[in-house]
C-alpha cells in the first residue's frame, strides 16, 4: 500500500501571497508520500484570460512573461524542500525516498498553447513549454486521465459527447467515470465512496483550490470554499482512506 498527497489548482500570479507554496513544500518531506501530484493550473496565466477583453480593467497590467516566471519561482520552492531531503538521504545512506511527482496541466496551463492557435505569430514564442517542469516531474497534457494505483486523476473529466466537464454529484461523475477518480478544477471539496457489486468501493474526490488570495470574479460571498492539499493513505487498487490538510491547518503548523 502507498501514500499519495495532491496539490489541488495553486493559480500562482504576480502579486499573491505565495506562502502556502512553501506549507505544501514542507508537508511533502513531512508526509513523505510515495506518489505526489499536483493537479495542474499552477500558473494562473491572466494575462492570456480568455474571459478578460484586452485593455480592460481586468488586464490592466497583466504580463505574460511575469505571470510565467512568478509560477516558475513558486514550483522551484515546491520542489526544492523534497529534492534536499531525497538528497541528503543518499548522501547519508539512509532509507532511499523517491516519490513518482506528476503534474496533470490544467486549462490554465493551456492558455500558453492557445495563444498560437488564434494568433499563429506567437507560434514558438509563447507555449506551455515555457512552465517550468522542473527535474524529476513528469508532465502530462491536459485532460489525459493519468491512472496510479487504481485512481484515475485528471484535472477534470470531460463528458464524451459534449466534452464538458462532467459535474453534479460524486455518485453521478462515480456513475460516469465508473473507477476511482480524483480531479482538481473546480473550486472547494467533494468527496465521497460508494460501494459496488462484487466487493468494488470507488472512491471520488474533487478538490480545486489551493491558494491563499481571493478571486474578484466570484464576489465577496463565493470565496469561502474549502482550500488546502489532500493525502491518501493505504492505497491500493482504488481504495484509500483519506486525509485532507487544510489551508488554516497547513498555516498553524508551517507557518
Not at 27 to 56: C, N, Q
Not at 144 to 156: K, M, N, R
Request: glycine share 10%; net charge neutral; proline share 4%.
Amino acid at each position: 500500500m502507498r501514500r499519495h498527497l495532491i496539490i489541488p489548482d495553486t493559480q500562482v500570479r504576480p502579486g499573491v501571497d505565495t506562502s502556502h507554496i512553501d506549507w505544501a513544500a514542507q508537508a511533502i518531506v513531512d508526509y513523505m508520500p510515495d506518489v505526489v501530484i499536483h493537479l495542474g493550473d499552477h500558473w494562473d496565466m491572466k494575462s492570456l484570460s480568455s474571459y478578460d477583453k484586452p485593455g480592460g480593467k481586468a488586464l490592466e497590467g497583466a504580463r505574460v512573461l511575469a505571470d510565467i516566471e512568478v509560477g516558475n519561482d513558486a514550483f522551484r520552492r515546491l520542489n526544492a524542500p523534497m529534492v534536499k531531503e531525497i538528497e541528503r538521504r543518499r548522501r547519508n545512506h539512509r532509507n532511499r525516498w523517491e516519490p513518482v511527482r506528476k503534474y496533470l496541466k490544467g486549462n490554465h496551463d493551456q492558455r500558453a498553447d492557445r495563444v498560437a492557435i488564434n494568433d499563429a505569430k506567437f507560434e514558438g514564442v509563447i507555449t506551455s513549454d515555457s512552465l517550468l517542469t522542473p527535474e524529476g516531474w513528469e508532465r502530462h497534457e491536459f485532460l489525459e486521465i493519468v491512472e496510479v494505483d487504481g485512481i484515475a486523476y485528471s484535472h477534470y473529466f470531460a463528458n464524451q459527447l459534449s466534452g464538458k466537464a462532467i459535474g453534479g454529484s460524486i455518485d453521478n461523475r462515480l456513475n460516469k467515470i465508473g473507477q476511482s477518480f480524483v480531479q482538481g478544477h473546480q473550486q472547494g471539496f467533494l468527496y465521497g465512496c460508494r460501494q459496488y457489486p462484487g466487493d468494488r468501493t470507488y472512491h471520488g474526490l474533487v478538490a480545486g483550490s489551493f491558494y491563499l488570495h481571493d478571486e474578484e470574479y466570484r464576489g465577496v460571498q463565493s470565496n469561502g470554499e474549502w482550500r488546502g492539499i489532500v493525502v491518501l493513505n493505504e492505497v491500493k487498487d482504488g481504495k484509500y482512506d483519506i486525509m485532507p490538510l487544510s489551508m488554516d491547518y497547513l498555516r498553524r503548523k508551517y507557518s
